[in-house]
DNA sequence: TCCTATAAATAATA
DNA sequence: TATTATTTATAGGA
């Protein structure tokens, strides 16, 4: 038989590959395993996992439960359409704005209530304000994450004319 | 030597484990690989990346680069102190509304300026639209995957304070 | 991309 | 949990 091939899997250091295209070759041997993983969790467990990732260049790859496999499809191709487009640095939007001052306001209660005689309410509102507050993480990391995929000009679009509609329905 | 082990690794299907208890071992065992693939990927390529998983228990487990762990945990333990709480089906959040009626909004421009003779345009309000709605996709993702994490009550509570914010603003 | 040799992950078992 | 036997994943090379 032939032997063609190499010396076979080495261990390797687990830094950062300095050639950019070494980088790129390692991406394409691992993708296949990297979505793979979580497939077989997902299968096997009935666990909804979802991974999200982006590379330095900026390009994103993602694996989601059934349900999540088509708009990633779709996020992806789209992406593809916008690669021209540079990233810029995303100032606030009013959308999490709002969230922010929703967390003032609660945290604002929540001490207010500290010295009442309603232990039950006080209990009842910690855990709303850690509750929101894990929810607004989870926004704030997807925020960032769109951060980078999204050019600020467009994103403001949207956010003007999402104050638009919260102005309008008021 | 000793030889104690049992048969080692068999090939196994990757169909839902039937037995409860088998799926939460096979979940023990793997958890780790899951978590130390996007790790390789993230050391090795730069790449940020983040997973997301929630069992059908409504336990989640997660991983992300370096600056996304903190608040996972956070929002782990947060899961434990609310563990006795049942999940609800949560209808709409004002929010998230808003987001579909510009989705609606940008939609209905888009086909207006579909006849103009402003080709560049209707190019820009395409690609702004796919973008948004890349972008209420993962708003959508996350909304669901916090729908199965807080309780309708509570997040009832946070869209009601939400919207009062809002319309103090405007 | 493909192939091979090796490293890693992990199912079965104690 | 820990060990072992296998299956998988993958680094190196064509």
């Known amino acids: 038989m032939d032997k063609r ?11 950062l590959i300095e050639s950019k295209e070494a980088r790129t070759v390692a991406f394409s041997k691992r993708k296949h395993g990297l979505d793979k ?5 997902s299968n096997l467990t009935g666990a909804d996992i979802d991974s999200i990732l982006f590379t ?9 439960s059934p349900s999540v496999e088509k708009v990633i499809d779709k996020f992806h191709e789209l992406k593809q359409n916008n690669s021209q487009q540079n990233h810029t640095d995303m100032s606030k939007t009013n ?4 969230f922010e001052d929703l967390r003032k306001e609660v945290q604002a209660f929540k001490k207010k209530d500290l010295g009442s005689e309603l232990p039950t309410d006080k209990y009842m509102l910690e ?8 929810y ?20 403001n679009f949207i956010s003007e004319v999402a104050l638009k509609l919260e102005k309008m329905s008021s």
């Open 37 to 41: 993983k979580p497939k077989e969790y």
């Open 95 to 98: 959308v999490f704005e709002a």
């Open 127 to 134: 855990n709303r304000l850690k509750q929101f507050e894990a």
């Open 56 to 64: 330095q260049a900026g390009k994103s790859h993602s694996y989601g």
């Open 136 to 155: 607004k993480s989870r926004l704030d990391k997807i925020k960032n994450q769109i951060k980078g995929d999204v050019p600020a000009e467009q994103f």
């Open 5 to 15: 091939g190499g010396k076979g899997s080495q261990k390797i250091e687990l830094k």
